[in-house]
């Protein structure tokens, strides 16, 4: 089974319609990370979480809101979707307890795209 | 600002070296790491290197740190078919959560 799950994998979606992108992971760790990839680019971070009392922005949460239900579960939601939100959304964790490289271990990835 | 960049493309013949490039701009960057990412999945670590480190090698990947020129590459000898992805170069400095990804370079492998 994998570490790191999401659902949907991949979602059609219109304009003005509220989703929501979860993530599950069975490794125990602390961290959670929702990123964003466009074609031709890096991974943008959009929120993360260290725990489940302690969330952050990131780089690009414009439009974006977030909830961690238990340290398992981090789910994504857009409140609004807008087509420039098309993208492949993933998940990621990570354990800073393990001292090495506080390494991230990432999600399949959720394919969005709004119309 | 931190940047990581990479070329977008890279095709090499099955059995030779390939030879993936990344350059970094924040100094203070402690941990590099290669990811791959392979059709519809997530990103998977291959390999990460400590700034005090010059050279890593794990079986048919080698990576090589210029931290003189901010130069980061992966070698992978005899380049199979399965190793066609996009390889992610990323950066952190130690202390941060925060990861700095290039752009990935996609690998085409020719039989």
């Known amino acids: 089974d994998a570490d790191v799950t999401q659902t949907p994998r991949n979602r059609i979606t219109k304009t003005g319609k509220r989703i929501m992108l979860e993530c599950s992971q069975t490794?125990?760790?602390?961290?959670m990370y929702w990123y964003r990839q466009d074609p031709g680019l890096g991974l943008q971070l959009i929120y993360y979480?260290?725990?489940?009392?302690?969330?952050n922005k990131g780089e690009i949460s414009d439009g974006y809101s977030v909830s961690r239900q238990a340290q398992a579960k981090f789910s994504l939601s857009l409140e609004s979707a807008i087509p420039n939100q098309t993208a492949l959304y993933f998940c990621a964790t990570s354990d800073t307890g393990t001292g090495v490289a506080d390494t991230q271990y990432f999600g399949p990835g959720t394919r969005l795209t709004v119309l | 600002g931190e940047d990581v960049e990479q070329s977008l493309f890279l095709s090499v013949r099955e059995g030779d070296s390939s030879v993936i490039n990344c350059t970094y701009t924040?100094?203070?960057?402690?941990?590099l790491y290669w990811y791959k990412q392979e059709p519809g999945a997530g990103l998977q670590l291959l390999t990460y290197i400590f700034s005090n480190m010059d050279m890593k090698q794990d079986q048919r990947l080698t990576v090589l740190l210029n931290k003189k020129d901010k130069h980061l590459s992966l070698r992978i000898a005899d380049t199979q078919t399965g190793d066609s992805a996009i390889y992610f170069c990323a950066e952190r400095t130690s202390g941060t959560y925060k990861y700095i990804f290039g752009t990935g370079t996609r690998l085409k492998v020719l039989a």
């Open positions: 924040d100094s203070s960057s402690t941990y």
């Open positions: 979480s260290f725990d489940v009392k302690d969330i």
């Open positions: 490794k125990g760790h602390d961290r």
